[in-house]
């Protein structure tokens, strides 16, 4: 079983910056995907960036240019920089891994951490 802790939330004028970040109890050099996703009020949870294994980051249209997930294996961390944000950005953002063992998909989700961006 793998533990996800996200940290950094808070809130924050349009315009500035916050950086999360996803501990992982276990090695995320293991999982085949990590990513962040956020969750705004009255709406679906949407994928915001996804790392996969051996790959490149990629993200959703509405963050790309502004956000950059980063991660350090040896810290067993990944990281979502968020510069310009919106009043749009605002939500819940939930860090996410998953793997495949013996042909089963494991799935893991941190707590979540609370974004507000408002003036």
């Known amino acids: 079983q793998v533990q996800l802790v996200e940290s950094g939330g808070g809130s924050v004028q349009p315009g500035g910056s916050l950086r999360l970040s996803c501990v992982a109890s276990?090695?995320?050099?293991?999982?085949?995907?990590m990513g962040w996703y956020r969750q705004a009020p009255g709406k679906q949870r949407e994928l915001v960036a996804s790392w996969p294994n051996g790959g490149d980051a990629n993200y959703a249209d509405s963050v790309k240019g502004r956000f950059t997930m980063s991660r350090d294996d040896a810290k067993n961390t990944v990281y979502l920089q968020m510069n310009s944000l919106k009043p749009e950005d605002t939500g819940v953002y939930y860090c996410?891994?998953?793997?495949?063992?013996?042909?089963?998909?494991?799935?893991?989700w941190g707590q979540g951490t609370q974004v507000t961006v408002s003036s």
């Open positions: 996410n891994a998953w793997r495949y063992s013996d042909y089963k998909r494991f799935t893991y």
């Open positions: 276990g090695s995320i050099f293991s999982m085949n995907n």
